[in-house]
Nanobody, 119 residues
Framework: VQLQASGGGLVQAGGSLRLSCAAS????????MGWFRQAPGKEREFVAS????????DYADSVKGRFTISRDNAKNTVYLQMNSLEFEDTAVYYC?????????????WGQGTQVTVSS
């Protein structure tokens, strides 16, 4: 599975962005999909995940209520809607796919897209 994240950019605090993760090479309909982020000087951290059916989602406490993960298996794409962005959300965001992953255990990773929130 090849994953291509896009949609990052520069946004003011309080603004919104929608990230997309387009998969190719294999259908992702049976994979758990996740979003992670890595800020400068920090370790990569879990942001959100969604089960293969879309019926179960999980969020890091820091983004709960502000971010929404969704998927369109017909388009082989996963999304991360980010609202009420904060300076602390600045990071490179990565999407990932895994068979039995939740907050870890992902098998495939995309290349990342930069999100910069200005305060």
């Amino acid at each position: 599975v090849q994953l291509q994240a896009s949609g990052g950019g520069l946004v003011q605090a309080g603004g919104s962005l929608r990230l997309s993760c387009a998969a190719s090479g294999r259908a992702i309909s049976r994979y758990t999909m996740g979003w992670f982020r890595q800020a400068p000087g920090k370790e990569r951290e879990f942001v959100a995940s969604i089960s293969w059916s879309g019926g179960v989602t999980d969020y890091a406490d820091s983004v709960k209520g502000r971010f929404t993960i969704s998927r369109d298996n017909a388009k082989n794409t996963v999304y991360l809607q980010m609202n009420s962005l904060e300076f602390e959300d600045t990071a490179v965001y990565y999407c990932a796919a895994g068979w039995s992953a939740v907050r870890g255990g992902y098998d495939y990773w995309g290349q990342g897209t930069q999100v910069t929130v200005s305060s």
